[in-house]
């Protein structure tokens, strides 16, 4: 366990791979009434030490999002301490208007790690606070890698989940991420100005100013690589991703969802255009 702050501590889950870097980070805020943010994986060893830490004043279990590697475990830490489980939703709340209607007509393949029995006994909302007996939380609504993604305000801080991590770029995997949010919450979070984010994989973030604009200006050059490869001609997402990214196989199939949530992007804006029914196969060309 490593102690961020007096105040602050994290535990890491024992969950490393290429997408969750050396694992989930759950944090313990406080002391007399401790919040435990992320559970993490449904992982028994993790859980018992994070009970271990928590003293018995484990009050508070906040989840960022419904993804397997922060959501899996907030049930059965509820059931071995008692306390309520928060969220903004299931697995597919907040979704945009966009997403619930490709989903509706049959887009799949956004769920890769998705808890779908994930349901939080306290639902929570942009704006709401949540306090303990030594620390106050500020909730925002940060959508864009999920619908119904949160980050959690204290202090100057931001604990940002899986929307901003300083060692990848988020994964954007639709109908569940949205490009369009996703870029519209790196603008929130920008205007925050918070002196440090505090994300759910790897190690903080001490200039989040930076950060943030780092990956916007990924994303734009991303577009830009993506309209550049369509004007050789109609491709679908995963031709475009073999020819724009330099990475290993087993990666490919994040990539390709990556670039899918472009082309939505670009589609939406009338940028680029499918050929035929809009499906993650699509061929897209440019208007």
């Avoid at 949540?130 to 959508?143: M, R």
């Avoid at 100013?209 to 309209?227: G, P």
């Amino acid at each position: 366990m490593d102690s961020l702050t007096k105040d602050l501590r994290c535990i890491r889950a024992p969950n490393a791979s290429p997408l969750t870097g050396p694992g989930t980070n759950t944090f313990l805020l406080g002391h007399e009434a401790v919040a435990v943010i992320d559970p993490g994986p449904d992982d028994p060893p993790h859980l018992d030490a994070i009970v271990r830490a928590g003293d018995g004043r484990i009050s508070h279990i906040l989840v960022t999002h419904a993804h397997l590697d922060h959501s899996a475990g907030a049930r059965r830490l509820a059931q071995m301490t008692g306390a309520p489980v928060l969220a903004f939703g299931d697995a597919t709340a907040g979704r945009s208007p966009l997403m619930r209607r490709l989903a509706a007509e049959g887009i799949t393949g956004g769920g890769e790690g998705l808890d779908h029995g994930f349901a939080p006994d306290v639902t929570l909302r942009d704006g709401d606070r949540v306090e303990g007996a030594d620390w106050v939380l500020s909730v925002l609504h940060t959508p864009g890698h999920s619908g119904g993604h949160l980050a959690f305000g204290w202090g100057d801080r931001i604990l940002c989940g899986d929307v901003v991590m300083g060692w990848s770029s988020t994964i954007i995997s639709p109908p569940d991420g949205d490009l369009s949010d996703y870029l519209r919450t790196l603008d929130r979070l920008a205007e925050a100005r918070a002196r440090q984010l505090l994300p759910a994989h790897g190690a903080p973030i001490d200039d989040p100013a930076a950060r943030l604009a780092d990956l916007a200006a990924h994303r734009r050059e991303r577009t830009v690589q993506i309209l550049a490869a369509l004007s050789q001609g109609p491709a679908n997402a995963e031709t475009l991703a073999r020819r724009i990214y330099d990475i290993a196989p087993p990666l490919l199939p994040a990539a390709t969802r990556n670039v899918l949530a472009h082309l939505l992007a670009l589609a939406d804006l009338g940028a680029v255009v499918p050929r035929g029914e809009l499906h993650p196969r699509a061929e897209f060309f440019r208007s």
